[in-house]
């Protein structure tokens, strides 16, 4: 990081710490208050769209450290937050267990399925390992509906807001407390991981297994260890899809919404910790914004077929996918670094 004139770093743990200088923690903890007064200004639809994108944020976190760190290339990342969500939802319909419990079991049940998947990732690499996601992906749906005794196919589960004691989360306003706490934490930890040992692991494993190997990382433990964490962090993220949503169905989780969360990725920008952010946000307004926008459209173009505005969605997601891979390759976590280097912006090089 480029820090001001007259500020040096003396320790390895200043250097690699994460908030650095008084400035930092300055901008942060006014962040922070920002952050707690959002509810008490904006309406509940706009609280919910927010909830909605944190729980997007911790998805693509997960998909990132499968990803962009590792390299291991993963197209069902849908299927795994499927098994989180309908974890949850058994857990807390069929045995009365507590939402936080049944929140961590949910991260480990997706973190195991994935394990199991991505041991492939010993033998193939690359387009052929985004089969046997995409298998996954499949697996998992068909598995869901047709294993009718506990998940009753198509016709879903219902799922009860979290609780913790006396205190339930079943306004806009809870649930945005919840879902921020535990994005900000799965914010804070990815961050961390990157600079850590085993983020350093997971990058050599994916610019070069080979060369990797020789340097005595352990190539397949850590691609296991990426398939779990990515896994894992789809599982919180399900868990928390599944008791803000209140009811879910196999259709909430289809190959279309795993495509999804590879676009944001990219848009957002892979293998760093600011592109999942970036990504979840540009996308999910986007989602909203042509929502606001296709009975105009309709309107506009009524000699067109009917129904065409439906699909407007796709249509400016696919058409966003195509400029940002032929005009920034690198998301818009590579244009926020040029601009901080344009303006010199050193309170956010971090």
């Not at 990081?1 to 320790?11: E, Q």
């Not at 919180?236 to 209140?246: K, Y």
């Not at 990219?266 to 592109?275: A, E, F, N, P, Q």
């Not at 400029?323 to 010199?344: D, T």
């Amino acid at each position: 990081m480029n820090l001001p004139c007259g500020i040096r770093n003396f320790s390895y743990d200043t250097d690699t710490a994460i908030i650095r200088t008084r400035t930092q923690w300055c901008i942060f903890i006014l962040f922070l208050c920002v952050l707690i007064s959002i509810p008490f200004f904006l309406s509940g639809f706009m609280v919910d769209i927010i909830v909605l994108i944190g729980i997007t944020i911790i998805a693509i976190i997960g998909l990132n450290i499968m990803v962009g760190y590792c390299g291991q290339l993963s197209i069902g990342h849908a299927g795994f937050i499927a098994v989180g969500s309908y974890t949850t939802a058994i857990l807390t319909n069929n045995f009365q267990i507590n939402f936080f419990i049944a929140l961590v079991a949910s991260g480990i049940a997706a973190g195991i399925i994935g394990l199991l998947f991505g041991m492939p990732s010993l033998r193939v690499k690359g387009f052929y390992l985004a089969i046997t996601t995409i298998a996954a992906q499949f697996i998992i749906i068909w598995i869901l509906n047709h294993w009718t005794d506990v998940t009753h196919g198509s016709m879903g589960l219902a799922v009860a807001p979290a609780s913790f004691g006396n205190t339930v989360f079943n306004s806009s306003t809870m649930q945005y407390y919840l879902v921020t706490s535990i994005t900000a934490l799965t914010v804070f930890f990815s961050t961390n991981l990157a600079r850590s040992k085993i983020g350093r692991a997971f990058i050599a494993v994916r610019d070069n297994d080979l060369a990797a190997e020789v340097m005595g990382i352990n190539v397949f433990s850590y691609k296991l260890l990426a398939f779990f964490l990515g896994c894992f962090f789809a599982g919180i993220s399900g868990s928390l899809f599944a008791q803000w949503r209140g009811s879910i169905t196999p259709e909430d989780f289809t190959f279309g919404q795993s495509i999804l969360y590879i676009g944001i990725l990219i848009i957002g920008g892979l293998g760093t910790s600011i592109g999942p952010i970036f990504g979840s946000l540009f996308i999910r307004l986007l989602e909203q914004f042509v929502i606001l926008l296709a009975p105009t459209v309709e309107g506009t173009l009524s000699s067109l077929p009917t129904g065409f505005a439906t699909g407007l969605s796709s249509m400016i997601f696919g058409l966003m996918m195509i400029i940002f891979l032929v005009f920034e390759p690198r998301g818009l976590a590579h244009r926020w670094n040029l601009f901080k280097a344009s303006y010199r912006l050193w309170p956010f090089s971090y």
